[in-house]
């Protein structure tokens, strides 16, 4: 089944703890992006990625960093949260940046 | 600046009624146009794109949307709303000379009995 997955689903962590969100998908997809989701706010995106090695900022990439190392992952990764990152997160991905976007079930992260 | 506008941040309306979303996009040219719904809880679905050609599209779970060239916008409709389309709905452009994606701030739709 074509899929993108996201792990953890959720997360609960503390100020300044690292952590990384892994995002798989299986589609051979070029395109790989992250968002996060905030009430009132929409979907920003964080990250993108159009190839391997390839990354690029978003509208909000302060506190995040990510790699894309293979075509088919792309972890988002938080080296010190802060409480201001506490969200609902989600990975996507694309053929290329102007096809639709099929996205993961999301990580709700908390940080305390 | 390129943005993405939905001008409605919550609409109600009963079920059975009609209903329409709207969009409003500001880009140089044409962009590639989508909604997307997302359920309560879920991650989201995507309902139907523009890419060119015919500008009245179907998606998926009854829903069309128009693409109006001259006033920017990609309307979503649905003639009949069920108690099921309680949802969030985004909007989303990928510019034509770009190869990112932008969302709307989305719409939150509740559905009366």
């Known amino acids: 089944e074509a899929q993108v997955t996201q792990n953890p689903r959720y997360l609960i962590t503390v100020t300044g703890k690292k952590l990384t969100v892994t995002c798989s998908q299986n589609m051979n997809h070029e395109y790989m992006s992250w968002y996060r989701q905030d009430p009132g706010l929409g979907l920003r995106q964080i990250y993108y990625s159009m190839n391997v090695e390839v990354t690029d900022k978003g509208d909000v990439p302060e ?17 010190s949260p802060s409480p201001n990152q506490t969200s609902l997160y989600f990975c996507a991905s694309s053929p290329t940046g102007r096809h639709e976007q099929y996205f993961g079930p999301g990580t709700r992260l908390t940080v305390t | 600046a390129q943005s993405v506008t939905q001008p409605d941040i919550h609409i109600t309306v009963s079920e059975g009624a009609s209903l329409e979303l709207r969009c409003n996009y500001s880009y140089g040219a044409t962009p590639y146009l989508f909604w997307y719904v997302q359920s309560p809880g879920q991650g989201l679905q995507l309902l139907l794109k523009y890419f060119s050609g015919d500008t009245l599209v179907q998606g998926i779970k009854g829903f069309e949307a128009e693409f109006k060239r001259s006033q920017s ?14 949802a969030e709905y985004f909007c989303a452009v990928a510019p034509y000379n770009n190869n990112d994606m932008r969302f709307g701030a989305g719409t939150r739709l509740t559905v009366k009995p």
Do not use: C, M, Q, T
């Open chain 1, 63 to 79: 506190g995040y960093k990510v790699s894309r190392k293979e075509k088919r992952n792309f972890p988002l990764i938080l080296e």
């Open chain 2, 73 to 86: 916008s990609f309307n979503l409709r649905k003639p009949s709303v069920h108690w099921s389309d309680a």
